[in-house]
């Protein structure tokens, strides 16, 4: 979870100010915010803005997808062991109600000179079949990144839907989904986005445009700008991704921390800023190896979020609190120690982090 910016709680703090005094609400600041935050967001991912729809979490918009997902007959899914808890289970629910095989692709073990082959694993695994392949464009806990374009080339091959959470990439890597053929991207604004809780961005392509949404909002319809004509209860839907957009999308506090939010993230640039962690993560890796920690490949790893696995069993929780006693905060993601710095943080961070590293593991 990233830190929020001044200016995105100066933002949230004059939205909470306003609604003190709902007659400085006017109809049009029900529609203010959302299309200059869909065309920001558009341009990290190469996106329309119209096939972006404002949503509360990656479970929300990952379940308009799957029901509109057309299963295979005799069809199978596809996902990443150890894949985020929201799709996992938003994949699985949805494979058992089809009747759809669930493949869940093991990795090879990390450390491994075959580590680098989960990606062609999931290739491998795609066939005929597959109806759709749903991962992470960067492993939650470790940082692996996969092969987008090789997996929806793929996927584009056997007529599979490719449906990508990029909470953990988007805005920290570049990312095109067009050229990576992914068909859903989803990214919450808390992480790499540098917003607030509960609230995020979907990208759906144009073969959602005709879907059925999980909730029937006021504000999606073509009229929803007319105040007067609410009422007449048109049928239309907002064009493009539209329908998707959670109810209650204009939020007054919400949306203009967003907005503050993209607009640094726009101007430092996401390439900047993976080049710049990247710089920090590799000094990280230099020392962590002589410690004996393990990361993922070179080729196959993020530059803003690494995961480690430490020597000889010691234990990632202890670890975690041997760090916090010298003020050093880390994540620990299953049998990983997870770090991720931002433009905050400087080579003193990570040399403050070996330094403690070192004592914690050489006293184990």
Same mark, same amino acid.
């Given at each position: 979870?990233?830190?929020?910016?001044? $200016?995105?709680?100066?933002?949230?703090?004059?939205?909470?100010?306003?609604?003190?005094?709902?007659?400085?609400?006017?109809?049009?600041?029900?529609?203010?915010?959302?299309?200059?935050?869909?065309?920001?967001?558009?341009?990290?991912?190469?996106?329309?803005?119209?096939?972006?729809?404002?949503?509360?979490?990656?479970?929300?918009?990952?379940?308009?997808?799957?029901?509109?997902?057309?299963?295979?007959?005799?069809?199978?899914?596809?996902?990443?062991?150890?894949?985020?808890?929201?799709?996992?289970? $938003?994949?699985?629910?949805?494979?058992?109600?089809?009747?759809?095989?669930?493949?869940?692709?093991?990795?090879?073990?990390?450390?491994?000179?075959?580590?680098?082959?989960?990606?062609?694993?999931?290739?491998?695994?795609?066939?005929?079949?597959?109806?759709?392949?749903?991962?992470?464009?960067?492993?939650?806990?470790?940082?692996?990144?996969?092969?987008?374009?090789?997996?929806?080339?793929?996927?584009?091959?056997?007529?599979?839907?490719?449906?990508?959470?990029?909470?953990?990439?988007?805005?920290?890597?570049?990312?095109?989904?067009?050229?990576?053929?992914?068909?859903?991207?989803?990214?919450?604004?808390?992480k790499w986005l540098m917003g607030p809780y509960s609230i995020g961005l979907a990208y759906y $392509?144009?073969?959602?445009?005709?879907?059925?949404?999980?909730?029937?909002?006021?504000?999606?319809?073509?009229?929803?700008?007319?105040?007067?004509?609410? $009422?007449?209860?048109?049928?239309?839907?907002?064009?493009?991704?539209?329908?998707?957009?959670?109810?209650?999308?204009?939020?007054?506090?919400?949306?203009?921390?967003?907005?503050?939010?993209?607009?640094?993230?726009?101007?430092?640039?996401?390439?900047?800023?993976?080049?710049?962690?990247?710089?920090?993560?590799?000094?990280?890796?230099?020392?962590?190896?002589?410690?004996?920690?393990?990361?993922?490949?070179?080729?196959?790893?993020?530059?803003?979020?690494?995961?480690?696995?430490?020597?000889?069993?010691?234990?990632?929780?202890?670890?975690?609190?041997?760090?916090?006693?010298?003020?050093?905060?880390?994540?620990?993601?299953?049998?990983?120690?997870?770090?991720?710095?931002?433009?905050?943080?400087?080579?003193?961070?990570?040399?403050?982090?070996?330094?403690?590293?070192?004592?914690?593991?050489?006293?184990?």
């Open positions: 979870m990233s830190p929020l910016m001044d $200016s995105v709680v100066m933002a949230g703090t004059d939205g909470v100010k306003r609604k003190m005094d709902p007659s400085m609400v006017t109809p049009n600041d029900f529609f203010i915010y959302q299309g200059r935050i869909k065309e920001m967001f558009g341009s990290m991912i190469n996106a329309p803005a119209k096939q972006l729809a404002l949503i509360p979490s990656v479970s929300y918009a990952l379940s308009n997808a799957f029901q509109n997902i057309k299963p295979k007959k005799g069809g199978n899914a596809i996902t990443i062991a150890d894949e985020f808890p929201s799709d996992y289970f $938003s994949l699985k629910k949805w494979a058992e109600l089809h009747g759809q095989e669930l493949r869940v692709i093991q990795p090879p073990p990390m450390g491994s000179s075959e580590r680098q082959d989960w990606s062609n694993q999931i290739i491998e695994a795609i066939d005929e079949r597959t109806a759709v392949v749903n991962i992470s464009s960067v492993h939650w806990m470790t940082g692996f990144s996969y092969n987008l374009k090789a997996i929806g080339q793929k996927c584009r091959e056997n007529k599979a839907l490719f449906v990508v959470d990029g909470t953990q990439s988007v805005g920290a890597l570049s990312i095109d989904v067009r050229d990576c053929n992914i068909n859903v991207l989803i990214s919450v604004a808390y $392509s144009e073969l959602f445009d005709d879907g059925s949404p999980i909730e029937e909002s006021w504000m999606n319809r073509s009229n929803a700008q007319n105040f007067s004509r609410l $009422s007449e209860y048109e049928t239309e839907y907002v064009p493009g991704a539209g329908r998707y957009e959670v109810g209650e999308s204009a939020n007054f506090i919400l949306l203009p921390m967003l907005d503050q939010a993209l607009r640094q993230v726009l101007a430092w640039g996401p390439g900047e800023i993976s080049e710049y962690c990247g710089s920090l993560t590799d000094r990280l890796i230099q020392g962590g190896e002589k410690l004996g920690c393990i990361f993922e490949p070179k080729d196959c790893r993020s530059p803003h979020l690494i995961g480690m696995q430490l020597p000889g069993g010691i234990d990632p929780v202890a670890f975690k609190q041997n760090l916090e006693r010298e003020k050093v905060f880390i994540s620990v993601r299953g049998n990983s120690v997870r770090v991720s710095p931002h433009l905050y943080n400087d080579e003193k961070d990570m040399d403050a982090l070996l330094r403690v590293m070192k004592v914690s593991i050489e006293g184990s």
